[in-house]
DNA sequence: GATGAATGAGTATTCATTCAT
DNA sequence: TATGAATGAATACTCATTCAT
């Protein structure tokens, strides 16, 4: 008896979530109506409000399972002692774009720290919390490919590590190319870039230990 | 008589354009109204649907003149044989960054190659025609830099210069902080990363050269 | 049995009714919805359509006991034989600023007699019942305070003095300061205006005696 | 050429004005809607926006002309130096209730003091202005009645002498009756509410002046 | 060449109410 | 008796755009 009508009330849930995610990553949160996200959800509108307080609760909602997943993948990934450092890197930095051009919208949310209200950020905070976690472990993998303490200097190179991926991410998550086909095409590059960065930052490393 | 007229109606539409690329630039092309922009011109909003068709024309037409001054300014940099490379690509660099923080809207015109609908994509088109001029020029100092002919190589290295300096701007062009402080912040960044990359060109350059 | 299920729904009953009238007080009748009235009786929202036909049902339910507990209190007090009879006067009239200024919604119904469709009046009627038995027990305090017979002048009188009620009612009902405060305030004002009023019907009284 | 289009651009304003005046002051400011005031000023409910910034705009554009208009009025009747003091309470009252009953809506305007939020209060506070200085002509010719100077026990008999006439108008606004039938019966009971408030002060003030 | 008037479609959100269970 | 799911209508307000002049 209750099970049919729970049975029904988790699909239009899930039907809005699965509406909502396609939407906001195609075209982006802030184009997407209510009203949109309820018709690709064979919903009214109103009916979206039963299940989320917000338009950014919704997104939010929307973001958090995915993003947890993305970290533990990566956790597992840094865990796996029988791999190299910088396979590691380069795995971990795969998950993350694939994440990323999969994902389009959250993706925005990801790298957009902006607009934080005073009141009632509690969701964005958790958000804010994750993606410091992502930051860390990458950090941490990068520190251990380049044999580098936890300091300034490893922030600065990790830094430097991000822009590259979100110069990949940012220019590429706006093509309406299938995402597999677009990271085949991708993946090259990607990997090239990060070869590229890694002897980048060792010899940058010797210079300014001759230096001191 | 006719000139004069005519006089008048260009200072009209110059006036739109520059009151909406002033908008445009501190509020982001979504934010910023056309009655806004026509208040900003000293002009009736109707009268900009005069000289452009659309909002969305009225920033194409717009981008064009600024990116190429943009490209002209780059390519000056380019021609003072007194430079040494990776100095002009430093500069060049720093030139587009700034251009694009300061055009944030254009930035997104710039990366975005998005949704082209089949009507009425000339406009678009002549972007990608700057877009890729520009490219060009970056490449090409960067090629002088490493000493690289016109290969695919080159055509590979440039595309991650541009990554590196895409996710800067994608990191950053959201955040609310004023232009100028937000420069100040970044540069030393911005300039660890370029030498960071040009280290890690060559270095990967000797690599695949003792390969063959 | 069936008892026992009677009871259980007389109950929800009971804690619906009691939730509006204290939501309904604290926050006017068009703010509170069904749904706060619902949580706040620890039941469904659809629930309350099992007993109640419509807000506006539940209002007017809502509206006779209390109205009946003012005026059961007014009588008890017009029946204290050691009472002087315009003390009794203050002291209804006393209870009557406070029940409204504690039912702000209530006095509105109170005095409202507006928009009665022509379907369904009933409950409405019963309102208007005991609105007259309220203002009648008033009239009659205020005949012995003056002396007068229940005729056209008594009628008159009262109604002035009802005036001066709603008035004070009105002009305070809408403030958001705390009843008791309020009451406080209102008081010294308020017991002047009754010493006013009934200093002035008796003038008025004598030069209308004088003139027959 | 250009009257043509100003002369129906005020008709439009005007047609607003004249739907918004009927609605609010049969229904209240709170119960009608926007849409309500364009379909029956016959436009899109957008044109009001074209013309008022606001809802509350529209309602204090469509009050102060009137509430100005009624303290003109007042001001003449106070002018004139033929007639005694108690005819002229007499004849500014019966404008007030007058003003009052054909327009229902600023009555409560009038009456409310309510919700002043801090931002941009300017429109109610030319509202609360004159009130204020409606409320002072009134009191000021009590006080010639009463041959009292400005002091607190003239404060305090205005407003029990402004609670009178709120008491009537609360009493009636909401009846449907036309106003002009409506003013024909009340008038008796409200001269007489008058004759017997001036005669309670004036005892009162004997009164008074006896203990001192 | 230029503009004021006007509008339809759109925004997120809330609510009283109904329906199936 | 009771309830979760669902909805249509409504709210104030904004915007890019068009039409008549």
Redesign the pocket.
Same mark, same amino acid.
């Given at each position: =008896?209750n099970s @049919?009508?729970?049975h029904?009330?988790e699909?239009?849930k899930k039907a809005i979530l699965s509406a909502a995610g396609k939407l906001f990553a195609s075209k982006g949160y802030d184009t997407?109506? =209510?009203?949109?996200i309820a018709k690709q959800a064979n919903?009214?509108?109103?009916?979206i409000?039963?299940y989320f307080k917000? @338009?950014?609760t919704l997104l939010h909602q929307l973001s958090m399972p995915s993003l947890t997943h993305l970290k533990q993948k990566m956790q597992a990934i840094v865990q796996l002692d029988a791999k190299m450092p910088e396979d590691k890197l380069k795995e971990i930095s795969n998950q993350f774009i694939h994440f990323c051009l999969n994902n389009k919208n959250l993706y925005t949310i990801f790298i957009n720290v902006k607009s934080t209200r005073i009141d009632e950020q509690k969701p964005k905070l958790e958000i804010n919390q994750l993606r410091l976690e992502i930051f860390s472990i990458m950090k941490n993998v990068l520190g251990e490919c380049l044999s580098l303490p936890n300091n300034d200097q490893l922030l600065a190179y990790s830094r430097i590590f991000f822009y590259n991926l979100y110069g990949i991410l940012s220019t590429y998550s706006y093509q309406h190319e299938p995402t597999e086909e677009l990271l085949e095409r991708l993946i090259p590059t990607f990997e090239l870039s990060l070869e590229i960065l890694i002897s980048g930052f060792k010899s940058n490393l010797k210079l300014s230990e001759e230096k001191q």
């Open positions: =008896m @049919k009508q729970s029904r009330s699909e239009t997407v109506s =209510m009203r949109e919903c009214s509108h109103t009916t409000y039963l917000d @338009k950014e």
